[in-house]
Structure formats: C-alpha cells, structure tokens
Nanobody, 116 residues
C-alpha cells in the first residue's frame, strides 16, 4: 500500500505564494510520472501539472507561468511551487501518479485557500 502525504497548504492572500510537498512511500518512485491534482468544493478533481521521472513537465493553461512542479527522486517527493495565487486556485490539492493506471490510494490532501 503506497502512502501519499501532502503538506504545505494554508491561507494566503491573492498574489501570494505557497510551496506544496508530497512524500510517497513507493520504492522505484523515480519511474512514475507524478501529478498534482486539485478539487474545489462541489467540483471534480482535476489534474494541474505532471512531471516525468526525468523531469519533463506539463501544465494546464490555468496555471501555466504561475505554478512549477518539481521532484526529488532520492526523497521520493514531488513539489508544487505556486506563485501569483488567485482566489480560483482555492482547493484541496493532492498528488498521485500522472497516468490512469496505476493509481495509488489518495492521501488526505492539503487545503489551499486564497482570500483577502
């Protein structure tokens, strides 16, 4: 059973920054495409950014130029640096693999609230 533990969320004003982290208990972590997802109240969970084991990244248009995904394979951790945050970025953020299969058990996520 792979465990995912997200951290780093909080309350921030519009225009502010946060850095999220997600630690995975998976051996061979480096071979997996990893992704950050977010789920706003009443909405589906959507993928925000992905990163391959070698560091190739993709982003949805809504966060391009503001968010940066990175990973440290030795620490089995993936990060999401979020800058220029907007109220519409408010959501619970999760990490998981970036492909439909395999999917690991979802962690508790970390709440990000952008509000003045």
């Amino acid at each position: 059973q792979v465990q995912l533990v997200e951290s780093g969320g909080g309350l921030v004003q519009p225009g502010g920054s946060l850095r999220l982290a997600c630690a995975a208990s998976k051996t061979s972590f480096s071979i997996y495409i990893m992704a950050w997802y977010r789920q706003a109240p009443g909405k589906d969970r959507d993928m925000v950014a992905t990163i391959s084991g070698g560091g190739t990244t993709t982003y949805v248009d809504a966060v391009k130029g503001r968010f940066t995904i990175s990973r440290d394979n030795a620490k089995k951790t993936v990060y999401l640096q979020m800058n220029s945050l907007k109220p519409e970025d408010t959501a619970v953020y999760h990490c998981n693999t970036g492909l439909p299969f395999p999917k690991w058990s979802w962690g508790q996520g970390t709440q990000v609230t952008v509000s003045s």
